[in-house]
C-alpha cells in the first residue's frame, strides 16, 4: 500500500488561506468517509485536526476545515496565522487488510 | 484530562528485541481500541498497529512492515498498552507513538519514544 499523495509543501501569508490535497484510490480515501488529518509541529506529537472528512474535534479552531471528492481530500486553513505553521499529515482507512495508510506530510510555511 | 505516556524506548542492537509501554489515564481506557506509530528521522508518520477493546475481542492488527515480529496486548486493569518489538532491524529506527483509537481516528497522542537500532 503506497502513502497518499501530499504536496510537500505549500505556504501564505497570514491571513490567506492555504489548502493541502491529499490523493488516494477508491481502496482508501475514494472508498470510505475515514479521512483525517494531523499537525505536528518540529519535536512535537501530532495533534488531531480533522477526522471523518469534515469533522473538527473541540478545541481545533473553526478556520481548520476538511473536505473530500472523489479520491482526493482537501484541508484548509482560512486566515493562516504563524502558529500554524507546521507539517500536517492525512490518513486515510484503506479497509481490512491495510487499515490505515498516511500522507507522506505537507509543510506549511507561513511567510 | 487525557494523558499519555510512552516509555522503553532506547539503544538496541540488531536482532534483539524491546519492549514499549503506553501509560493512559484521564479515560476509560477499557472502552478503547489503543493504536501505536512510528516516525523514522525526517520521515513521515506510519501506522503500526493496533489491539482493540476487550468488547471487541481485544483482537490485534499489523501494518505489514511488522507482522510477524511485533505484537501489542494491553493490561486494562493498569490502563497501559504495550508494543513487543522482537528481530529488530536497522529500519526500525523511529520515534514511537501510542495514541487513543477513537473510531477510525486517533485522537490523543503521546510524545513519543526513540528507538535505536544498531550494532
Known amino acids: 500500500q503506497s502513502a497518499l499523495t501530499q504536496p510537500r509543501s505549500v505556504s501564505g501569508s497570514p491571513g490567506q488561506s492555504v489548502t493541502i490535497s491529499c490523493t488516494g484510490t477508491s481502496s482508501d480515501v475514494g472508498g470510505y468517509n475515514y479521512v483525517s488529518w494531523y499537525q505536528q509541529h518540529p519535536g512535537k506529537a501530532p495533534k488531531l485536526m480533522i477526522y471523518d472528512v469534515s469533522k473538527r474535534p473541540s478545541g481545533v479552531p473553526d478556520r481548520f476545515s476538511g473536505s473530500k471528492s472523489g479520491n482526493t481530500a482537501s484541508l484548509t486553513i482560512s486566515g493562516l496565522q504563524a502558529e500554524d505553521e507546521a507539517d500536517y499529515y492525512c490518513c486515510s482507512f484503506a479497509g481490512s487488510y491495510t487499515l490505515y495508510v498516511f500522507g507522506i506530510g505537507t509543510k506549511v510555511t507561513v511567510l | ?119
Open chain 2, 1 to 119: 484530562e487525557v494523558q499519555v505516556v510512552e516509555s522503553g524506548g532506547g539503544l538496541v542492537q540488531p536482532g534483539r528485541s524491546l519492549r514499549l509501554s503506553c501509560t493512559t489515564s484521564g479515560f476509560t481506557f477499557g472502552d478503547y481500541a489503543m493504536s501505536w506509530f512510528r516516525q523514522a528521522p525526517g520521515k513521515g508518520l506510519e501506522w503500526v498497529g493496533f489491539v482493540r477493546s476487550k468488547h471487541y475481542g481485544g483482537t490485534t492488527e499489523y501494518a505489514a512492515s511488522v507482522k510477524g515480529r511485533f505484537s501489542i496486548s494491553r493490561d486494562d486493569s493498569k490502563s497501559i498498552a504495550y508494543l513487543q518489538m522482537n528481530s529488530l532491524k536497522i529500519e526500525d529506527t523511529a520515534v514511537y507513538y501510542c495514541a487513543r483509537h477513537n473510531g477510525y481516528f486517533f485522537d490523543y497522542w503521546g510524545q513519543g519514544t526513540l528507538v535505536t537500532v544498531s550494532s
